[in-house]
């Protein structure tokens, strides 16, 4: 049984599809009911899955969600920390209000659901997938503060590896750039400004799919990961892979 945040869209969504094509009944929880339930219809035929309202960034609130799902489902095996809210700034830039908004889903959030999980969790010997980002690893343009937070989830999931490895396994994903939404494909087709340089950098030569980050997300819950703990996977077409510098042996004729 598995509880998947932020999972009313993107990355969530792929997520909680790929759980419940496993055969996992999927709880997806997130503040707006329509696009959970969306998430529902669009999954696999015969999924076992259920929208579950509920905000992270509340410790009351997602502590109650996690206690009446367990209760209801009668375990918890996965958690999964999604959700998750980028805006762009630079420190001097960003309002406070886009800061506070990402500190308490992104890093608050994880914190909350997390500690809200764990009883349960130790009960079936489950595990946490932690969502970070190659943000997390590397800087990024702009992302002052969205940076801090997947900073801080990285070495959360350190952090809890080593306090609750006996009992639980934590491990984190760490998705380059994904076309998770309709904006994120916009700006990367063929023909923009953007695609080139995008193309240049990523020794792939592509964004990530979203399905494909939820594959790594499977694996790291499922007993084949079964002694991986503290582990800290980039999904990103081998860009973290790069020193940054552009291949200066490739010549356009």
């Known amino acids: ?18 759980l419940a094509t496993d055969g996992y009944t999927v709880v997806l929880v997130g503040r707006t009911e329509a696009t959970l339930r969306q998430t529902v219809q669009e999954g696999p035929d015969g999924a076992d899955m259920h929208p579950w309202v509920g905000d992270v ?5 997602i502590t109650a969600v996690i206690d009446r799902v367990a209760e209801r489902f009668g375990r918890l095996d996965v958690l999964v920390n999604n959700a998750g809210v980028a805006i762009p700034g630079t ?28 009883p349960h969790l130790r009960t079936a010997r489950g595990c946490i997938v932690n969502v ?8 990024d343009w702009c992302q002052a503060a969205y940076n801090t937070t997947k900073g801080a989830l990285t070495n959360l999931t350190n952090a809890m590896a080593l306090d609750h490895g006996r009992e639980i396994r934590v491990n984190a994903v760490h998705p380059g750039v994904t076309l998770s939404s309709q904006f994120i ?12 340089r995008f193309v240049d950098r990523v020794p792939m030569g592509r964004p990530g799919e979203p399905a494909e980050v939820a594959a790594v997300v499977a694996f790291l819950a499922g007993s084949d990961a079964g002694f991986l703990n503290g582990v800290h996977i980039p999904v990103d077409g081998g860009l973290t ?13």
């Open 132 to 139: 970070g980002s190659v943000g997390a690893l590397r800087g």
């Open 91 to 118: 420190v001097d830039q960003i309002d406070m209000d886009s800061y506070r908004t990402m500190m308490s889903t992104n890093v608050d959030g994880v914190f909350f659901a997390s500690r809200a999980a764990l």
């Open 241 to 253: 892979a790069s020193n940054g510098q552009t291949n200066l042996y490739k010549i356009d004729h």
């Open 57 to 61: 960034s509340d410790l009351a609130a």
């Open 1 to 18: 049984m598995a509880v998947v945040t932020g999972a009313g869209s993107g990355l969530g969504a792929a997520i909680a599809h790929r």
């Open 185 to 196: 494909r916009d700006a990367l087709a063929e023909g923009t400004s953007l695609h080139p």
